[in-house]
Every structure is written in structure tokens, then in C-alpha cells.
């Protein structure tokens, strides 16, 4: 995660680079990148320290973590409200469990897992048809209006298909394709034998085939 | 020719295959326009999922997680230490009661002026007898004075008890 945030950091100073803004700034904006990566708390430190009784440290978990597991409830769910929801819940059955967590293991994958058990609750829960009413919004739009749009179609065809699919497909596509698991990892997650998460996924991808074969 | 059946395609592009049933499948699809055809268009489904971009949250989460966190108890970090330490605790405190037994339900018979039958005044005579030989026999305190002794013992006991399970769970508690 650190490694992705100081990515990020490297980059931004790179862009500035390319739009030739005095040499001064982007130096400075460099240093102050380093400094950031050098104070930068581990995820495992802040679960350190939140099992010490400091709350703020759980904070600083949520707002690194928040945007990932929203989008994993997102993909789930599909409804941005439900999706808001099931991360809010996520975030407290983490707390909750946060002595369990084994702390030399990345902090994300497993709080993914807790979204994703959540959200596939509350997909399960919710009529199928529900989730497809929703308008997605396009956002890069007006940065390239033409690659923005294309790019936008195709999203969208992606959604509406995974949205197609039963919730429990969806969930070990989700574990699969998006968070990378392996299938004993997805049978662990989700509490199912792995006979089904293969077969959950062989079937989605078939449908998922049919469906874009559809809309092409 | 055989084809190579849907789950094999699908585990061969997760690459689940034992190393045989891989080679195997590699020599078909190297002669097989129809399974390497499948194959790709599985790989082109799984990359198109790239198209569903990450999307930023509509809004910040951590001050009501925060508020919500802050209405429930602290999570129990209970470390390997802390569990090996209540395992031997209850197991001494079952030994103990066992072994103390007979003093307490004479307490309690005394305490509620019940006249109780022999069995309930020693019910482990085996435990005794065995304990006896170690040299481990119960000394002939006054009932109330082992009465006192038991609770104060208890007594400190939880407080110990308190103490060391807190200093296990945060060292330092520090913020606040
Ligand atoms: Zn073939």
C-alpha cells in the first residue's frame, strides 16, 4: 500500500515535470513527496496502535482503505448507496475483529474480504432487477471527450453485464478477477467448497461471454 | 481429436492445471485453432473487466466510522501469550476447586446452617488420598479462617488477573 501511495506521489511530480512548471516547485513538491513516504505510518502500525487504544489510528486506516473497498462493494452491490453502506459496516465488523487480523499480512486483501462477505449479504438480500436501474455516471469525461466516452460505453457494458449475474457469481468474479484470490482463498472468503467457486466462475464467465457477444 | 472441456479451458487460464494436465492441454491448443480460439476470447472477457475503473468514493466515511466505533468496547487483542496464560489459569482454577472442594462446601454448610451428607463434604476422597502422599495435605485452619482465605485469595487473584490482561492488551496507552 505504501509502495502504491508513494507511486502515485512519484507520478504527480512527474506530470508536473512534463508541463514545464519552473523546476523549483517540482523540487520542493519532491521533497515534500519523500517527507510524506518517510512519516507514513504501516497499515500494521495503525492496527498496532488502534489495539492500544487509539482510535484515531482505526481513522487513518479508513480514509487509506475507504476508496478500495468501496469499489469492491460497488462491483458486488451496484447500488452506490448500498455500496456506501456495506463499506461503513465493513469498516466496523474490521474494528471489531481487528485482534484477529494478522498483522505481517497486507491490511487490504482482508478487509476486502469482510466487504465482500458483506456485500454479497446484502446483494443476496436485494431483488436481482434492483441494482440495474442505476445510471452510472461517466466522470472522465471532460478531460478527452472522445476516448472519455469510449471508455465510458465499455465501462458501462461491463457493469451492466457483471450486474447481470447472480450475486454470488458476481462476488467470486469480484475475488477473482479483481482482488486476484486464488480459488482456495475465494472457498476461505466466502464459505463455500471450492467445487462451487469453480463453478460459479466458469458459468459467470460463460454468461458474461454471451452478454457481450449480445451488446456487440 | 478431443477438445479440451470448458472447466479445463477455464482452470488452464488460471493456471490451476497440474504440470501433466497443462502439458497435455498446451500440445492441444498449439494444434487446435477451435480450443486456442476459446481460450483467447476467455482472456479477452477477463482483461475487458479492466474497462470498470476504480471510482472515488462520493463521500469520506471515517467520521461516522469513528463515531461508530466509538460506542463499542476497544477490540480484545488477546496475543498468543494471553491465551496460554488463561489456558494454565483455568486449568489451576479447576485443579484448586477440585482440590478445595470438601473446605468449601463445608463453608457453605456452615455459612447456611445445612447439615450436609458426607459425600457433598468430601466428594474427590480419591483426590485426596492422592494428593496426600505428595506431601500437599490441606492444613487444619479454623473454617473461617479458610473462608478468609479463599476469598481474599480469589480476590487477588481477579485483581492480578486484571492487571496483567490490560498490560497485555495496550502497553501503552497513550492518546487520550
Ligand atoms: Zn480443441
Known amino acids: 500500500m505504501q509502495l502504491f501511495d508513494a507511486s502515485q506521489c512519484i507520478q504527480g511530480v512527474m506530470g508536473n515535470t512534463t508541463s514545464l512548471r519552473p523546476a523549483l516547485t517540482w523540487t520542493v513538491r519532491a521533497a515534500h513527496c519523500a517527507m510524506e513516504i518517510l512519516t507514513k505510518q504501516t497499515d500494521a502500525r ?53 485482534a484477529s487480523f494478522d498483522r505481517r499480512r497486507p491490511f487490504a486483501p482482508w478487509l476486502h474480504t469482510i466487504v465482500a462477505n458483506l456485500a454479497l449479504n446484502l446483494a443476496q438480500r436485494r431483488r436481482p432487477t434492483e441494482s440495474l436501474e442505476h445510471d452510472f455516471e461517466i466522470s472522465d469525461m471532460t478531460t478527452n471527450p472522445e476516448r472519455g466516452i469510449l471508455a465510458a460505453e465499455q465501462q458501462q457494458r461491463v457493469r451492466q453485464a457483471l450486474l447481470q449475474l447472480p450475486p ?17 482463498e475465494i472457498s476461505d472468503t466466502l464459505n463455500l467448497p471450492v467445487s462451487d467457486v469453480k463453478s460459479h466462475l466458469f458459468r459467470a464467465r460463460q454468461k458474461l461471454k454471451h452478454l457481450f457477444e449480445q451488446t456487440e | 481429436m478431443n477438445h479440451l472441456d470448458n472447466p479445463t479451458i477455464n482452470l488452464y487460464l488460471d493456471d490451476a492445471l497440474d504440470a501433466v494436465a497443462r502439458a497435455r492441454a498446451d500440445a492441444h491448443l498449439a494444434v487446435c485453432p477451435v480450443c486456442a480460439g476459446e481460450l483467447a476470447s476467455l482472456r479477452a472477457l477477463t482483461t475487458s473487466f479492466d474497462a470498470w475503473q476504480t471510482e472515488p468514493i462520493p463521500h469520506d466515511l ?109 502497553p501503552l496507552e497513550t492518546s487520550k
Open chain 1, 46 to 98: 495503525l492496527v498496532t496502535l488502534t489495539l492500544q487504544g487509539d482510535r484515531d489510528a482505526f481513522g487513518e486506516l479508513v480514509r487509506r482503505h475507504q476508496t478500495s473497498a468501496y469499489n469492491v462493494a460497488r462491483r458486488i452491490v451496484g447500488d452506490p448507496q448500498d455500496a456506501l453502506d456495506v463499506t461503513q459496516d465493513a469498516f466496523v465488523r474490521a474494528y471489531d475483529a481487528l
Open chain 1, 168 to 184: 454470488a457469481w458476481r462476488a467470486v468474479v469480484e475475488l477473482r478477477h479483481f482482488q486476484d484470490m486464488s480459488y482456495q
Open chain 2, 62 to 170: 471515517s467520521v461516522r466510522v469513528m463515531q461508530r466505533v466509538a460506542q463499542r468496547p476497544a477490540p480484545v487483542n488477546v496475543s498468543r501469550w494471553g491465551a496460554f496464560l488463561l489456558a494454565a489459569q483455568t486449568l489451576v482454577a479447576v485443579g484448586l476447586f477440585i482440590w478445595l472442594l470438601p473446605i468449601l462446601t463445608r463453608l457453605l454448610a456452615q455459612l447456611t446452617n445445612i447439615s450436609l451428607p458426607s459425600v457433598a463434604l468430601n466428594p474427590f476422597p480419591d483426590v485426596s488420598v492422592w494428593i496426600g502422599p505428595l506431601g500437599v495435605a490441606l492444613p487444619s485452619f479454623d473454617i473461617w479462617v479458610w473462608g478468609l482465605v479463599l476469598g481474599g485469595g480469589a480476590v487477588v487473584w481477579l485483581v492480578v488477573n486484571r492487571l496483567i490482561l490490560s498490560s497485555l492488551n495496550r
